[in-house]
């Protein structure tokens, strides 16, 4: 948790409800997103018992496993999830063949609760993609291939930039301040309840209300303890008595019992989930968040294309190489992503002014027609100079970039520790001497007087960014005298991956090449089974 995180976690208690801590949205929402909001029996692992399911608010569908129990019933209730709603949803994205240099132009998103739909979903996908559509226990060809695309969307919540499988209750955190805890934000209900309390309640008021699981039943996958009780166990018990007893009645009567009584623990956590995507697009969208969402919409295409041309299932496990390959991408798109986030957003930017890692000021010097070298092979160096009263710990030597020119860089010459070293023409080779103020700086120390004893002057040479070649740089294409400016540290910019083996040449020191793949019946066995 970030100091400015903190800080609104408290004003979120004394004010009464959470605190907006970004002034963008960071994720991107579709127009229409598939909401899925799975419940599974407790006490197995990951046994479906049902979803509520759709991409319309106004029409969810309900699936509903009468007996969890039952394997084949569990596979039915795959193959009717993939045949009627996932599936079309996704061929819906994947229609026609895009360009050789062309993603599709959208990509299909789906939206769970919180994180324990992310791992529902990706258990649900493990136990589905290896199963075989022919000979014993053969499951329809929609269930490996929807047990694909759940792996897929899984793996895709690993990148910090991606947004096709989105748990609502994530989205919501990062871009409000509860005056609860991290755990706590997992619920869903409660999480809203500090956003948008209902009218005549405060926000601590609404998220009480929220923990009763009578008024708002768990956002799935687990469900109520005393709903499992005192209506579930009943009415399943009485669907496998009456199974057993042939009574095709009064296994109707049951089942309608159950749809309803499932609803009953579905339908408020449908109408927050759309709740909360109104919220997230109440927020703009962040000026980088269409290009991560590029990056979703070429894996989705990529992934369209392997299906097609007979891939096979994801692996159970990484090789080592493949480990290797995924750890690196993991960690350059998260150092991508903090950038991109700083870069959109003023208040995430100022978690880096406190820490010394940017500043913001005024340009109070520049001189446009700064050059270095002699004749033809001169090259013109702007300088700015940037009086700020943050914390600059940048040493020299450094570069920055001002996220509104992300072209042009910054080199930071001199953070003097007098002003009158600024007076001096030799520092910027100009005849041009910088106005300082008349009084004089007693101390030494940058500021002078007292009220001015925080503030700090940053020399930077200028570089890129549309400044040309001969002196001096166009009117505009550098900052001037008066413009307020950030700079930073963070540079968004390709880092070209380093070099790995390839798969047959795995050291021995990770177990050497590993063997190929060899379809086989023990693909689909886990240990819960």
């Known amino acids: 948790m970030t100091t400015l995180t903190s800080l609104a976690r408290g004003l979120a208690v004394e004010s009464g409800h959470a605190e907006l801590i970004r002034t963008v949205r960071h994720v991107h929402v579709s127009d229409r997103p598939l909401v899925f909001i799975p419940l599974q029996l407790a006490g197995e692992a990951n046994a479906p018992l049902a979803a509520l399911v759709g991409d319309d608010r106004d029409k969810p569908r309900l699936l509903t496993v009468y007996e969890p129990r039952n394997r084949t019933e569990r596979f039915e209730f795959a193959a009717t999830l993939a045949t009627e709603v996932i599936l079309p949803y996704i061929e819906g994205y994947a229609a026609g063949e895009p360009g050789d240099k062309?993603?599709?132009?959208?990509?299909?998103?789906?939206?769970?609760?919180?994180?324990?739909?992310?791992?529902?979903?990706?258990?649900?996908?493990?136990?589905?993609?290896?199963?075989?559509?022919?000979?014993?226990?053969?499951?329809?060809?929609?269930?490996?291939?929807?047990?694909?695309?759940?792996?897929?969307?899984?793996?895709?919540?690993?990148?910090?930039?991606?947004?096709?499988?989105?748990?609502?209750?994530?989205?919501?955190?990062?871009?409000?301040?509860?005056?609860?805890?991290?755990?706590?934000?997992?619920?869903?209900?409660?999480?809203?309840?500090?956003?948008?309390?209902?009218?005549?309640?405060?926000?601590?008021?609404?998220?009480?209300?929220?923990?009763?699981?009578?008024?708002?039943?768990?956002?799935?996958?687990?469900?109520?303890?005393?709903?499992?009780?005192?209506?579930?166990?009943?009415?399943?018990?009485?669907?496998?008595?009456?199974?057993?007893?042939?009574?095709?009645?009064?296994?109707?009567?049951?089942?309608?019992?159950?749809?309803?009584?499932?609803?009953?623990?579905?339908?408020?956590?449908?109408?927050?989930?759309?709740?909360?995507?109104?919220?997230l697009r109440s927020l703009p969208g962040g000026a980088r968040v269409a290009r991560r969402w590029e990056s979703d919409r070429w894996s989705f295409t990529y992934q369209v294309a392997w299906l097609r041309d007979?891939?096979?299932?994801?692996?159970?496990?990484?090789?080592?190489?493949?480990?290797?390959?995924?750890?690196?991408?993991?960690?350059?798109?998260?150092?991508?992503?903090?950038?991109?986030?700083?870069?959109?957003?003023?208040?995430?930017?100022?978690?880096?002014?406190?820490?010394?890692?940017?500043?913001?000021?005024?340009?109070?010097?520049?001189?446009?027609?700064?050059?270095?070298?002699?004749?033809?092979?001169?090259?013109?160096?702007?300088?700015?100079?940037?009086e700020t009263d943050d914390p600059v710990v940048i040493e020299a030597g450094r570069e920055v970039v001002d996220p509104s020119r992300d072209k042009q860089k910054g080199l930071v010459l001199d953070r003097p520790a007098a002003r009158a070293a600024l007076a001096a023409p030799s520092a910027f080779a100009t005849p041009a001497a910088f106005a300082l103020p008349a009084t004089p700086d007693p101390g030494g120390v940058p500021g002078g007087p007292a009220g001015d004893a925080a503030r700090t002057w940053v020399t930077l040479e200028l570089s890129g960014g549309g400044i040309g070649r001969k002196p001096p740089a166009p009117p505009g294409r550098m900052p001037a005298v008066g413009d307020v400016v950030c700079y930073t540290t963070l540079i968004d910019e390709f880092h070209r991956p380093p070099e790995f083996p390839d798969r047959e040449n795995t050291p021995w020191t990770h177990g050497g090449p590993p063997q190929d793949y060899v379809d086989n019946d023990d693909d689909a066995s886990e240990a819960w089974q």
């Open 102 to 279: 062309e993603a599709y132009p959208d990509a299909p998103q789906i939206l769970v609760p919180n994180l324990a739909g992310v791992k529902f979903t990706r258990l649900l996908g493990r136990s589905t993609r290896f199963r075989r559509t022919q000979g014993e226990w053969a499951v329809p060809a929609s269930v490996p291939l929807v047990g694909r695309w759940l792996t897929f969307y899984a793996e895709r919540t690993e990148h910090p930039a991606s947004s096709v499988l989105l748990p609502l209750t994530s989205a919501l955190a990062a871009h409000w301040a509860t005056g609860q805890s991290a755990a706590e934000d997992q619920n869903l209900a409660a999480l809203l309840a500090w956003i948008a309390p209902p009218r005549g309640k405060s926000a601590l008021e609404a998220a009480r209300d929220a923990e009763n699981p009578l008024d708002w039943p768990p956002a799935g996958p687990a469900t109520d303890p005393s709903f499992d009780d005192e209506v579930l166990a009943g009415l399943i018990a009485g669907i496998r008595e009456a199974t057993t007893a042939g009574r095709e009645t009064v296994i109707a009567r049951y089942r309608a019992a159950l749809d309803t009584a499932l609803l009953t623990q579905l339908e408020p956590t449908w109408r927050l989930m759309w709740r909360g995507v109104d919220l």
């Open 310 to 386: 007979g891939g096979a299932p994801q692996a159970k496990r990484d090789s080592a190489v493949r480990a290797a390959q995924r750890l690196d991408r993991l960690e350059r798109e998260q150092q991508q992503v903090a950038v991109q986030q700083a870069y959109d957003d003023p208040l995430v930017m100022a978690e880096y002014r406190m820490t010394g890692e940017a500043f913001e000021g005024k340009v109070v010097y520049a001189d446009p027609g700064r050059r270095l070298g002699e004749g033809r092979s001169a090259t013109i160096r702007p300088v700015i100079v940037v």
